[in-house]
């Protein structure tokens, strides 16, 4: 690919991605604090720091682009970016509702650009051993599955830029609770029926703390989703079964526990399966994996999976639970 990276967001997941570049050049970095972008840029030579994304976007030099805002700011600075004629990496949810992402799609499809959203948890180590034992068929035809994802906040958390509706679009739904979506779409494919409720149990804030659902495809396989920032101990639990065997993710790395994946087959007999396990005790590789595909996205002209597409179907299913839940979150 030729041209430099820029960088809009020089926080926590800004530098995970500036890290992850392989050699790539970082040209330009932005953020409303400019001593993040400054230090970010200090990593690279002749590095633009700026406190204007539209800088980042317009730089001479800069052919892709990296958004890790706040959520209020993503669509418009990739509506930005893919005017300036910019390829990007744009974080999940991609918006803070489906309306203020649908005329990205257009955008995308005039500009000619590509655009891919960072559903990262689909590069966990074991949850691409999850999608290469789903692809050999060894599962059989997909029934169900279940997954609980959570954490139990910090001091102060009900305080933060993600309690408030105007800045994140909701609670821990758009927060942890896509990637729980985006995962059970992966497997499954369209959801046509949605059901569940997100509700504010603990957190003093106006956004909710846990979400529970129940989706189901039109071939009648069900999705049930649990997420939550009261969970106190960080889990993550990911259980899909087929009518062959089914496979189990336990932990994420890190407070969230090692990754391991389990893969129940059913023998013919049935009674107890037969077990094989996998655990993933190595630093988290993920993030260098998905810029990896990124790019390659660029250089072999692919349609970028995850897009701009599977975010909308995600928000379209976050909207329809908050507005059955009674939240207005639309600004």
């Given at each position: 690919?030729?041209g430099?990276?820029?960088?809009?967001?020089?926080?926590?997941?800004?530098?995970?991605?500036?890290?992850?570049?392989?050699?790539?050049?970082?040209?330009?970095c932005?953020?409303?604090?400019?001593?993040?972008?400054?230090?970010?840029?200090?990593?690279?030579?002749?590095c633009l720091?700026?406190?204007?994304?539209?800088?980042v976007?317009?730089?001479?030099?800069?052919?892709?682009?990296?958004?890790?805002?706040?959520?209020?700011?993503?669509?418009?600075?990739?509506?930005?970016?893919?005017?300036?004629?910019?390829?990007?990496?744009?974080?999940?949810?991609?918006?803070?509702?489906?309306?203020?992402?649908?005329?990205?799609?257009?955008?995308?499809?005039?500009?000619?650009?590509?655009?891919?959203?960072?559903?990262?948890?689909?590069?966990?180590r074991?949850?691409?051993?999850?999608?290469?034992?789903?692809?050999?068929?060894?599962?059989?035809?997909?029934?169900f599955?279940?997954?609980?994802?959570?954490?139990?906040?910090?001091?102060?958390?009900?305080?933060?830029?993600?309690?408030?509706?105007?800045?994140?679009?909701?609670?821990?739904?758009?927060?942890?609770?896509v990637?729980?979506?985006?995962?059970?779409?992966?497997?499954?494919?369209?959801?046509?029926?949605?059901?569940?409720?997100?509700?504010?149990?603990?957190?003093?804030?106006?956004?909710?703390?846990?979400?529970?659902?129940?989706?189901?495809?039109?071939?009648?396989?069900?999705?049930?989703?649990?997420?939550?920032?009261?969970?106190?101990?960080?889990?993550?639990?990911w259980?899909?079964?087929?009518?062959?065997?089914k496979?189990?993710?336990?932990?994420?790395?890190?407070?969230?526990?090692?990754?391991?994946?389990?893969w129940?087959?059913?023998?013919?007999?049935?009674?107890?399966?037969?077990?094989?396990?996998?655990?993933?005790?190595?630093?988290?590789n993920?993030?260098e994996?998905?810029?990896?595909?990124?790019?390659?996205?660029?250089?072999?002209?692919?349609?970028?999976?995850?897009?701009?597409?599977?975010?909308?179907?995600?928000?379209?299913?976050?909207?329809?639970?908050?507005?059955?839940?009674?939240?207005?979150?639309?600004?």
């Open positions: 690919m030729s430099g990276i820029g960088i809009i967001g020089c926080g926590l997941i800004g530098r995970k991605r500036a890290n992850a570049l392989g050699g790539r050049r970082l040209a330009a932005a953020d409303l604090d400019r001593s993040l972008a400054a230090a970010l840029a200090a990593s690279a030579s002749d720091a700026t406190d204007d994304w539209r800088e976007v317009n730089h001479d030099d800069v052919a892709a682009v990296i958004i890790a805002t706040p959520h209020h700011m993503l669509a418009e600075i990739c509506a930005g970016a893919i005017d300036a004629g910019c390829h990007v990496l744009v974080e999940k949810p991609a918006a803070r509702n489906a309306d203020e992402l649908r005329p990205l799609l257009r955008l995308v499809e005039e500009k000619k650009v590509l655009v891919r959203v960072g559903f990262n948890h689909r590069y966990h074991a949850v691409q051993k999850m999608r290469e034992i789903i692809d050999s068929g060894a599962l059989g035809s997909l029934m599955l279940r997954a609980r994802y959570g954490h139990g906040g910090r001091v102060g958390y009900d305080r933060e830029w993600r309690a408030q509706p105007l800045l994140s679009g909701g609670g821990e739904l758009i927060d942890q609770g990637h729980l979506i985006d995962l059970a779409r992966w497997c499954l494919g369209d959801f046509v029926s949605i059901e569940g409720i997100a509700q504010t149990c603990y957190w003093d804030m106006p956004v909710d703390d846990n979400a529970f659902l129940m989706l189901r495809t039109a071939k009648e396989q069900t999705a049930f989703l649990h997420a939550s920032c009261t969970e106190w101990k960080n889990i993550f639990s259980e899909l079964s087929g009518k062959n065997g496979v189990q993710i336990d932990g994420l790395g890190g407070s969230y526990g090692v990754e391991r994946l389990t129940y087959r059913m023998l013919p007999q049935m009674g107890p399966p037969e077990t094989t396990a996998w655990e993933f005790p190595m630093a988290d993920s993030w994996v998905e810029m990896n595909e990124f790019f390659q996205d660029i250089e072999n002209s692919r349609q970028p999976v995850p897009g701009l597409a599977d975010a909308l179907a995600v928000l379209d299913i976050v909207d329809k639970i908050y507005e059955r839940s009674g939240y207005d979150h639309r600004t």
